[in-house]
DNA sequence: GTGAAAGCGCTAACAC
DNA sequence: GTGTTAGCGCTTTCAC
């Protein structure tokens, strides 16, 4: 491993005249051609180790006129279920020979455009979004670009999606709530309304259950919050249990919110899920750790990775095929929280 | 909005051609450089937007000979400490309008070697790294390139470096634990032999505080894992519940170990902190929402990617310039796993 | 199977 | 202030 200062890096014509061949022979050996002789080969790697070549990147990609690099727009990394999201995009642009570029949109809108513009200058091959605020204005404007989306689909523009039925899976986990005798079902997680997206449509399954089993609905039993975080969680489940008619379960939109919620509830000396039942949405990690631990909807987000990840790159090859999604299966995990244990 | 093909790009020499000045004068327009007339800049930015032009970056990183990107090395981006300081990092960058690149691990130093050789391709004009297993022999071979680490310094080679004194804060997290009156205080988290780095130094805090309080040493209430994963904690938690001497407290080397722990001794119908008090470390943003809320060590994380980052572009700027290390403070955050509340 | 030459799109020198 | 020229390091025709 010889020391070089650093000067100059050293060059595929480096390699080349080391070796004795043409630059193009030592590209076709780093680029795994097979019409090179297996002596002419041998030497150019010989070569190569020698000088510790390294073909450099941004060389490859003005040339081939693309990066082998994926964008990810997320709207924060430190919310787990982006956490877990980007891990596995991570690991499924991995199995494609890709790299990934995240970046962070904070769940501004405007900020989601000053990313996707950012993304423009032909610095990525495509680019996989899970858009916050789901209006698609700023990627139809885009369309030189190939787009995927998860879970969230951009109003408007049809587009590659990855995504799970979220209608359904809401009702399910209602109505489980209802067969084990609950009556006044809360819901926290709404979004004020122009939002549709998500939010709008675990509202849906959920008022679709409490339809399905004929029990009234209750707006007073519908919390909106501003984020999804844990906090948003705990300061909803407080103004419900507040409220004129506090409920004896809740259905939360995300896992984050639910912990939230378990949290002000035990707080308030009420006992999970015997006072009040709680059901999460996203099946977080941290779903099975926690005291009680949370039931939840859960979908296979390495199974959702993998298919956006193959989506785009099928975009990125044949850019005029029609938009497809995928649509994957979600299971209801029953844990403490809603069943009972020894709380 | 003109909605060209995606025949040819839109390059500067469209855009000097249409504003009939030369290359070099969008470039300068483009790059901000102020001797250009304004008028001229006016007719160049028209032209730019007319043409919806956007610089090819990889052209331009070739001929720059850098990037803007900083490559990130962490060993799993779904571990919540590493959510969290990836997402300081991606702020930190953008404050200097760097883009990040993230890449994993998984704890596998195969993995490590292998992902800090993929970005030697000068392609990343430096790297901040989060070692898991700190040897630094990967690091010490790639010379030619800008390191920092956060949290875990390599061993061997004296590198930029931002992190805490984990001794000092976990033998104040401990003689916490002795102050409340704990007297059989295990330890969670220690590693195999070979291994230096974090686990070590915040095992050393440990014995430090025993031995300032004149307790013991008892190496049955010393646990290793092999992770530092929720469940990691939780079988450490319960083999210790078996094991010949019960503890009444436990410091955790991290917040996961410390919530499965929490998870554990629920099972168990033991109560924390009455029959065993928990302490953890990092201070995830869960531990003011578990049951109990958990006393943790933190750290000022987004100080901490702050400081990797101005430390790593010093150090592109200027390559020989010796070695810097920051040390940032820690708070103690006591909650009701170290001091009652209702639990 | 291998070499020679051209050029991807941009910016750094240097002229004017 | 602005234009001209050259070249970053690679891959890709096209010969041979």
């Known amino acids: 491993m010889t020391s070089h200062g650093r000067a100059r890096s050293v060059t595929i014509k480096d390699v080349a005249h080391l070796a004795k061949v043409s630059p193009k022979t030592v590209s076709n050996v780093v680029n795994g051609y097979v019409h090179v002789s297996p002596v002419?080969?041998?030497?150019?790697?010989?070569?190569?180790?020698?000088?510790?070549?390294?073909?450099?990147?941004?060389?490859?990609?003005?040339?081939?006129?693309?990066?082998?690099?994926?964008?990810?727009?997320?709207?924060?990394?430190?919310?787990?279920?982006?956490?877990?999201?980007?891990?596995?995009?991570?690991?499924?642009?991995?199995?494609?020979?890709?790299?990934?570029?995240?970046?962070?949109?904070?769940?501004?809108?405007?900020?989601?455009?000053?990313?996707?513009?950012?993304?423009?200058?032909?610095?990525?091959?495509?680019?996989?979004?899970?858009p916050l605020a789901p209006h698609g204005s700023a990627f139809t404007g885009r369309a030189g670009m190939g787009f995927v989306f998860i879970g969230e689909r951009p109003s408007g523009c049809s587009a590659d999606y990855v995504g799970i039925d979220n209608v359904a899976a809401s009702r399910e986990a209602v109505t489980h709530l209802v067969d084990r005798g609950r009556r006044r079902i809360a819901a926290i997680g709404l979004q004020p309304e122009p939002c549709g997206g998500t939010p709008l449509q675990r509202h849906t399954g959920y008022r679709e259950a409490l339809a399905a089993t004929g029990l009234p609905v209750d707006t007073r039993l519908e919390k909106e919050t501003v984020r999804y975080h844990l906090h948003d969680g705990a300061r909803a489940m407080r103004s419900l249990l507040d409220g004129p008619c506090p409920p004896d379960a809740v259905f939360c939109f995300n896992d984050a919110l639910a912990l939230g919620a378990l949290r002000a509830l035990h707080q308030r000396g009420l006992?999970?899920?015997?006072?009040?039942?709680?059901?999460?949405?996203?099946?977080?990690?941290?779903?099975?750790?926690?005291?009680?631990?949370?039931?939840?909807?859960?979908?296979?987000?390495?199974?959702?990775?993998?298919?956006?990840?193959?989506?785009?790159?099928?975009?990125?090859?044949?850019?005029?095929?029609?938009?497809?999604?995928?649509?994957?299966?979600?299971?209801?995990?029953?844990?403490?929280?809603?069943?009972?244990?020894?709380?």
């Open 40 to 130: 002419t080969r041998k030497r150019v790697q010989r070569a190569i180790q020698e000088l510790d070549f390294r073909p450099n990147r941004s060389a490859r990609n003005l040339r081939r006129g693309s990066t082998g690099i994926i964008g990810v727009i997320v709207p924060d990394l430190h919310m787990s279920y982006f956490a877990e999201l980007s891990h596995q995009l991570l690991m499924a642009a991995e199995e494609h020979g890709r790299t990934l570029l995240i970046e962070q949109t904070l769940g501004d809108w405007r900020r989601e455009e000053a990313v996707i513009d950012h993304l423009g200058d032909r610095f990525v091959d495509g680019v996989v979004v899970t």
């Open 271 to 343: 006992r999970v899920p015997d006072d009040v039942a709680v059901m999460g949405f996203d099946d977080f990690e941290a779903t099975e750790f926690s005291t009680p631990s949370l039931s939840s909807v859960a979908s296979d987000k390495a199974a959702m990775a993998r298919g956006a990840v193959r989506l785009l790159l099928e975009r990125i090859d044949s850019p005029e095929r029609p938009a497809r999604e995928i649509l994957l299966g979600h299971t209801l995990r029953i844990r403490e929280s809603t069943v009972g244990g020894f709380s």
